[in-house]
C-alpha cells in the first residue's frame, strides 16, 4: 500500500468516546500529515509533523491529538470534542528533502459515529 | 494564511474532448504544484505537479501550467476517457510554512459516453 499503512480501515464509535486511528509508514519520510475528507470535499489539514517529538496543528486542530514519538508513526486520537467526527481520514508523508515533495496517501480510514 | 482556490467544483465533458481545472493560490513562496486523482472511495493518487522554475509539464494526455505572476496553475486532460472520470485535487507547497501542504476543495470530473 505505497508504504504508510492505516488502520483500522472502518471504524465505528459511540459518541463521547476517544478514538485512536493508526498511520504507519516504512518509507523512511521526515514529514507526516493527517487529512479529514468529508462527502463530496476536499482535504482539510488536521494536523501535521516534520521530525520526530514536533507536530504543529493544521486548520482544523480541535478536538484531535497527535503524537510523533517514532519517524515511522503518527496517531491521531479523536476525542469526544470533536462535535462530528463522521469522515473518511487519510495519512500521508513526505520526504523532507528540499527536492523531495511528492505526498504519498495512506488507504485511508472511515470512522463512523453511532 | 496559505489559501488555495479550485475551480469548478464540478465539470462534465464528452468522452474525447478536453478538460481544464484551474487553481489559484495565496503565498507567493509556494514552489510546488502537485495534482492528485482520487477515484471514488479510494487514496488520492499523484498524477503530475510542477515546480515553480518551470511553466509548463505534459505527461501524454495531462499537462500542468504555471503562471506564478497571477499566482494560478492549471490542469489540461485532453482526449477524455471514461477511466478520468474522478475528484481531482490541486495542492500548493506553501514554502513559509515548510511541510504545510494546502489543497484545493477538488474537482467532480464526469466523462459523458
Known amino acids: 500500500d505505497g508504504g504508510i499503512t492505516q488502520s483500522p480501515k472502518y471504524l465505528f464509535r459511540k459518541e463521547g468516546q476517544n478514538v485512536t486511528l493508526s498511520c504507519e509508514q516504512n518509507l523512511n519520510h521526515d514529514a507526516m500529515y493527517w487529512y479529514r475528507q468529508d462527502p463530496g470535499q476536499g482535504l482539510r489539514l488536521i494536523y501535521y509533523s516534520q521530525i520526530v517529538n514536533d507536530f504543529q496543528k493544521g486548520d482544523i486542530a480541535e478536538g484531535y491529538s497527535v503524537s510523533r514519538e517514532k519517524k515511522e508513526s503518527f496517531p491521531l486520537t479523536v476525542t469526544s470534542a470533536q462535535k462530528n467526527p463522521t469522515a473518511f481520514y487519510l495519512c500521508a508523508s513526505r520526504d523532507g528533502g528540499s527536492g523531495a515533495n511528492v505526498l504519498t496517501f495512506g488507504a485511508g480510514s472511515r470512522l463512523t459515529v453511532l | 494564511g496559505e489559501n488555495v482556490e479550485q475551480h469548478p467544483s464540478t465539470l462534465s465533458v464528452q468522452e474525447g474532448d478536453s478538460a481544464v481545472i484551474k487553481c489559484t493560490y495565496s503565498?507567493?513562496?509556494?514552489?510546488?504544484f502537485p495534482w492528485y486523482k482520487q477515484e471514488l472511495g479510494k487514496r488520492p493518487q499523484l498524477i503530475i505537479d510542477i515546480r515553480s522554475n518551470v511553466g509548463e509539464k505534459k505527461d501524454q494526455r495531462i499537462a500542468v501550467t504555471l503562471n506564478k505572476t497571477a499566482k494560478h496553475f492549471s490542469l489540461h486532460i485532453t482526449e477524455t476517457q471514461p477511466e478520468d472520470s474522478a475528484v481531482y485535487f490541486c495542492a500548493a507547497l506553501g514554502y513559509s510554512s515548510a511541510s504545510k501542504i494546502i489543497f484545493g476543495s477538488g474537482t467532480r470530473l464526469s466523462i459523458r459516453p
Open positions: 503565498d507567493s513562496a509556494s514552489n510546488y
